[in-house]
């Protein structure tokens, strides 16, 4: 089992920074792979981007150059860095980790059921 704990969730004026956290505890040797996906109400749950255990990175296209994801293995967290955020970010984040190496090849980072341990999600607003 493999518990995710998002934080670093808020409100945001247009244009601003956040940063998201997530830490993850219990049987993290078997996590091979730990992303960010995002859900904007009435919307599918999306990729934002992922992070392998070598520190391979994939993004969502039309968030390369804002949004940049990270890991402190000794910590065992992941970051997402959200920069020059703009309203249509907002979105329930939520930190998600592949325990089965199901992301591993090109393409299937983007699909949810690849993934095996999901977090509580926290929320992101931007404002105007």
């Known amino acids: 089992q493999v518990q995710l704990v998002e934080s670093g969730g808020g409100l945001v004026q247009a244009g601003g920074s956040l940063r998201l956290s997530c830490a993850a505890s219990g049987s993290i040797f078997s996590i091979s792979a730990m992303g960010w996906y995002r859900q904007a109400p009435g919307k599918q749950r999306e990729l934002v981007a992922s992070?392998?255990?070598?520190?391979?990175?994939n993004y969502a296209d039309s968030l390369k150059g804002r949004f940049t994801i990270s890991r402190d293995n000794a910590k065992n967290t992941v970051f997402l860095q959200m920069n020059s955020l703009k309203p249509e970010d907002t979105a329930v984040y939520y930190c998600?980790?592949?325990?089965?190496?199901?992301?591993?090849?090109?393409?299937?980072?983007?699909?949810?059921?690849?993934?095996?341990?999901w977090g509580q999600g926290t929320q992101v607003t931007v404002s105007l």
């Open positions: 992070i392998t255990s070598g520190g391979s990175t």
């Open positions: 998600t980790a592949d325990t089965s190496r199901r992301t591993s090849f090109s393409g299937t980072q983007y699909d949810t059921a690849n993934y095996d341990y």
